[in-house]
């Protein structure tokens, strides 16, 4: 569309992959309020916020919002943990009305680990999330 947002991470990467990733990618809206993941659930998927603004807590106290052009989910998605899946350490809830971008699991990896624009992107926004 040619109203949509910028995206910040979208926009980062080289036009091939931008177009893998937008290619790859199931859209989801969820409603203001509605609850994307909960601390606890055992899940691998990563998330671009492609419109509108998600608020993260951990044991119900609110620790971050993420805007559209961000993403979450990627610590999930890097490191699976054992068993393939790691239980996610917060809970993700619409605060606007939403539209995500979702990798699974297998796209995630097939992009990790073919892409350096994508890797180093995803390096970057794990490096930002722990300073």
Same mark, same amino acid.
Request: aromatic content about 6%.
């Given at each position: ?10 926009? $980062?990467?080289?036009?091939? @992959?931008?177009?893998? *990733? ?11 309020? $509605? ?29 971050? *919002?993420?805007?559209?052009?961000? *993403?979450?989910? @990627?610590?999930?998605? *890097? ?10 350490? $917060? ?21 990790? @680990? ?12 794990? $490096?930002?999330?722990?300073?």
């Amino acid at each position: 569309m040619a109203d949509e947002p910028a995206n910040a991470f979208l926009d $980062a990467l080289p036009p091939l @992959e931008r177009g893998q *990733v937008d290619a790859a990618m199931l859209r989801e809206r969820y409603p203001a309020g $509605a609850v994307i993941l909960r601390e606890g659930d055992l899940s691998t998927d990563f998330f671009i916020v492609l419109d509108g603004r998600v608020e993260i807590e951990r044991r119900g106290a609110p620790v971050a *919002v993420i805007l559209a052009g961000d *993403v979450f989910g @990627e610590s999930g998605a *890097v490191d699976p943990g054992p068993g393939y899946q790691l239980a996610r350490n $917060a809970t993700v809830r619409a605060g606007t009305d939403v539209e995500l971008g979702i990798l699974d699991e297998s796209q995630f990896a097939n992009l990790f @680990e073919t892409s350096d624009a994508f890797r180093h992107a995803i390096r970057d926004r794990l $490096a930002t999330r722990l300073h």
